[in-house]
């Protein structure tokens, strides 16, 4: 049972460039949630997906960020004219539908962005 | 502000020895609580979660919750140098979301 896929696992960009990560959640899973961790610092939650919504996009920066996950295909992360700042690792994680009060969110290997 | 409070450690235990890992929440809409472990350059494994008041085990940790509290713990019997990481306590509400604290790092030594 494959669990939560991410790529690339590293990604370099010059300042300027413009940055796609990509996540598939776990079978069977229908929510998706990105993560940044900033090198020394802990998780900060950025945006929950479900298929062709946003449904939380409350950590988002407003500008230059985006995500999507759309019917068929992987979840992105979407970083424009990247800067500096924005290097970390970027993790995805998934969870199953809601039953109960269960949400455990599993993630995946992450993301490692450089920014140069 | 919703937060997540943790030592940041380290915390360091002999091997064989139980390590105590804490956790405070500042929102008393928290419903759901996990403990993560991170090894360094690595994702976040979840290795317990919590929804009830009292303990829940699982193999040699067991999570303690008091809502009263507002206080998160995990102990770990038994330590062993593989458990050395950095363990990251995350609160969850109704929006999904997790809130996560800054990690306690914890060394066994052997």
């Known amino acids: 049972n494959a669990g939560v896929m991410q790529n690339p696992r590293h990604l370099v960009r010059r300042r300027g460039q413009e940055a796609r990560l990509r996540c598939s959640p776990m079978k069977g899973h229908s929510h998706v949630y990105w993560y940044r961790q900033l090198p020394e610092e802990g998780l900060k939650f950025m945006v929950y997906l479900q298929k062709e919504n946003i449904i939380d996009e409350s950590g988002m920066p407003k500008e230059r960020f985006s995500a999507e996950f759309p019917k068929e295909g992987p979840s992105i992360l979407r970083i424009q004219q990247v800067v500096r700042g924005d290097s970390a690792a970027y993790f995805c994680?998934?969870?199953?539908?809601?039953?109960?009060?269960?949400?455990?969110?599993?993630f995946g290997p992450g993301t490692r962005l450089t920014v140069t | 502000q919703k937060e997540v409070e943790q030592n940041s450690g380290p915390l360091s235990v002999p091997e064989g020895a139980i390590a105590s890992l804490n956790c405070t929440y500042s929102d008393r809409g928290s419903q759901s609580f996990f403990w993560y472990r991170q090894y360094s350059g690595k994702s976040p494994e979840l290795i317990m979660f919590?929804?009830?008041?009292g303990d829940k085990e699982d193999g040699r940790f067991t999570a303690q919750l008091n809502k009263a509290s507002q206080y998160v713990s995990l102990l770990i019997r038994d330590s062993q140098p593989s458990d050395s990481a950095t363990y990251l306590c995350?609160?969850?509400?109704?929006?999904?979301?997790?809130?996560f604290g800054s990690g306690t790092r914890l060394q066994v030594q052997p």
């Open positions: 995350a609160s969850g509400g109704g929006r999904r979301a997790l809130t």
């Open positions: 994680a998934s969870s199953p539908p809601l039953v109960g009060n269960s949400y455990e969110q599993y």
């Open positions: 919590i929804y009830s008041n």
